[in-house]
């Protein structure tokens, strides 16, 4: 079973897709995509292996694309799962702190507006909803 399609049938809240920049402060000053992101949790995209296991406790910047005009943010976050695409390295993210609460919610918000527009997003189930 692909371990990332099981990890996403288990969200609880809808992620929305991102084209935001992460970084995983003190293990890489990489810039990653973050791909998806929910008030509960993420996921980045990396193209070189980081070490970070599972259950491990890690601060998180996001850099949100500039045309939301909203600035960067840092969440606590806890890895929930590594897995791999055919270039690249995906972590999934539990949120377990926003010590900029408001820069968090105004960014989910943004993206939420945009899917109202005509975006995709990602549902419980795993699957990009039109």
């Not at 976050?77 to 949120?95: C, H, M, N, P, Y």
Request: charged share 25%.
């Amino acid at each position: 079973m692909n371990q990332n399609i099981y990890m996403l049938d288990k969200r609880k809240n809808i992620r929305y897709e991102s084209t935001a920049k992460a970084i995983v402060e003190g293990i890489s000053e990489e810039e990653a995509v973050l791909k998806d992101i929910s008030v509960t949790g993420c996921r980045i995209k990396v193209d070189n292996y980081l070490e970070i296991k599972p259950h491990t406790q890690h601060k998180l910047k996001i850099i949100p694309e500039k045309v939301s005009n909203i600035s960067s943010f840092q969440l606590n976050v806890e890895a929930k799962w590594v897995g791999t695409e055919v270039d690249s390295f995906l972590f999934g993210f539990g949120i377990t702190k926003s010590p900029e609460g408001k820069q968090f919610e105004r960014y989910v918000d943004y993206l939420s507006w945009r899917y109202s527009q005509g975006s995709s997003m990602i549902g419980d189930s795993g699957t990009e909803i039109l």
